[in-house]
Nanobody
Framework: QVRLVESGGGLVQAGGSLRLSCAAS????????MGWFRQAPRKEREFVAA????????LYADSVKGRFTISRDNAKNTVYLQMNNLKPEDTAVYYC??????????????????WGQGTQVTVSS
């Protein structure tokens, strides 16, 4: 059983930056591709970014490409989401998720078996 705990959310002005962290415990972190998703009020949860088990390959939603960077440190059992040039439309609860073991990185929520509790990111205009 993998437990995920996000941190780093907060309130930031448009154009600012935040770095989200997600600490994993239980299981073998390096066996799981990891992803970040977000859910804005009255909207469905959506894919943001994903990273392979070794960190060598990443995927991004078009809406965040060039602004967000996902990374991981397998020695620290932690995945990060660096968010730059934030926009008001980035306001959402951000969730960290671990894919079922040994699956490659991807965008489908159904392939993620473990989820954190979420951290709020609010971007003011």
């Amino acid at each position: 059983q993998v437990r995920l705990v996000e941190s780093g959310g907060g309130l930031v002005q448009a154009g600012g930056s935040l770095r989200l962290s997600c600490a994993a415990s239980g299981g073998t972190f390096s066996s799981h591709a990891m992803g970040w998703f977000r859910q804005a009020p009255r909207k469905e949860r959506e894919f943001v970014a994903a990273i392979t088990r070794g960190g060598g390959s990443t995927l991004y939603a078009d809406s965040v490409k060039g602004r967000f960077t996902i990374s991981r440190d397998n020695a620290k059992n932690t995945v990060y989401l660096q968010m730059n040039n934030l926009k008001p439309e980035d306001t959402a609860v951000y969730y960290c998720a671990a894919r079922w073991e040994y699956l490659s990185a991807g965008r489908k929520m159904d392939d993620y078996g473990y989820w954190g509790q979420g951290t709020q990111v609010t971007v003011s205009s």
